[in-house]
């Protein structure tokens, strides 16, 4: 699919990937949507970039429908999706301070697995309805997933749980969707330079950084965007998890 004019949201898109994919995606000439939690943040970002702000919690089935049907009546019909929006807490199933706090658990597989399947699922409906290209293509929609999706560390059981419900839906997804001709890829990233990474000291992120193969260094936001814009543009590439991580094995 052409990325030039075509209306392109992206959830989680005031920060991090998210926001680095917006701007990529703006470069090429997309009519671009950042959706994301309603804050000064988002909208100065929206400004930064020249998007049209949607304020969206991913877990809300009525936030999500309004902010589509808002997208709709203000921009058209959505051509490009790509979820972004995640959290990432540590903690360990059995601490010093006991089990693993079950809200938190709950609430990062809300957000990560259940959350991008909301929006996957409404966002396709109005793609659907796409006057096909060429190729008979409606609509692309591409996911976060993450390595730990499948070398889940100690102090990830959260994250990894939700990021392998998302590689793992991938498959499914694009065999539902592949009728209405909408394709649906997932990104699996390793260890990124990401605003989630800003709290771990310096000393951490050498050593994370020294165990990737090659380049010896931390993904850069810019190099999600890229394999973004490849996967939009590449039409035989469907229902794959590609994993982007310079090589890394986590152990």
């Given at each position: ?8 949201l992206?959830?989680g898109?005031?920060s991090?990937l998210?926001k680095?994919t917006?701007i ?11 959706a ?7 909208k ?7 998007a049209f ?5 991913v877990?809300?089935?009525e936030e999500?429908?309004?902010?589509l ?8 019909n959505?051509d490009?999706c790509?979820n972004c929006?995640?959290i ?5 199933t ?5 089990p693993?706090?079950f ?14 399947f909301n929006v ?8 659907a309805s ?6 008979g ?9 993450s390595?730990a999706s ?5 102090g990830?059981v ?7 419900g998302?590689a793992g839906?991938t498959l499914p997804?694009?065999?539902d969707l ?17 605003p ?12 994370l ?5 090659f ?6 936001p810019k190099?999600?965007?890229?394999l973004?814009?490849?996967?939009i543009?590449?039409?035989?590439i469907?229902g ?9 094995r986590?152990?």
């Amino acid at each position: 699919m052409e990325i030039n004019e075509k209306i392109s949201l992206v959830t989680g898109g005031a920060s991090g990937l998210g926001k680095a994919t917006l701007i990529s995606l703006a470069a090429k000439g997309a009519r671009t949507i950042l959706a994301d939690l309603p804050s000064e943040k988002s909208k100065m970002v929206a400004e930064e970039i020249g998007a049209f702000f949607i304020p969206m919690d991913v877990t809300s089935t009525e936030e999500v429908e309004e902010g589509l049907k808002n997208i709709k009546q203000k921009v058209g019909n959505i051509d490009i999706c790509v979820n972004c929006a995640g959290i990432a807490p540590a903690a360990m199933t059995l601490g010093k301070n006991g089990p693993h706090d079950f809200d938190v658990y709950s609430k990062t597989i809300g957000v990560n697995l259940t959350g991008m399947f909301n929006v996957v699922r409404l966002t396709s409906a109005y793609m659907a309805s796409n006057k096909p290209n060429n190729d008979g293509e409606r609509g692309v929609i591409i996911n976060t997933s993450s390595i730990a999706s499948t070398d889940g560390q100690r102090g990830q059981v959260a994250y990894a749980s939700s990021k392998a419900g998302v590689a793992g839906m991938t498959l499914p997804l694009a065999r539902d969707l592949g009728r209405f001709g909408i394709r649906v890829v997932a990104i699996c990233p390793g260890i990124f330079d990401t605003p989630m990474l800003k709290t771990v000291k310096e000393d951490v992120r050498d050593q994370l950084a020294e165990s990737v193969v090659f380049p010896k260094r931390l993904g850069q936001p810019k190099e999600f965007a890229q394999l973004v814009n490849f996967l939009i543009e590449c039409p035989y590439i469907n229902g794959e998890n590609i994993r982007l991580d310079g090589g890394l094995r986590m152990v």
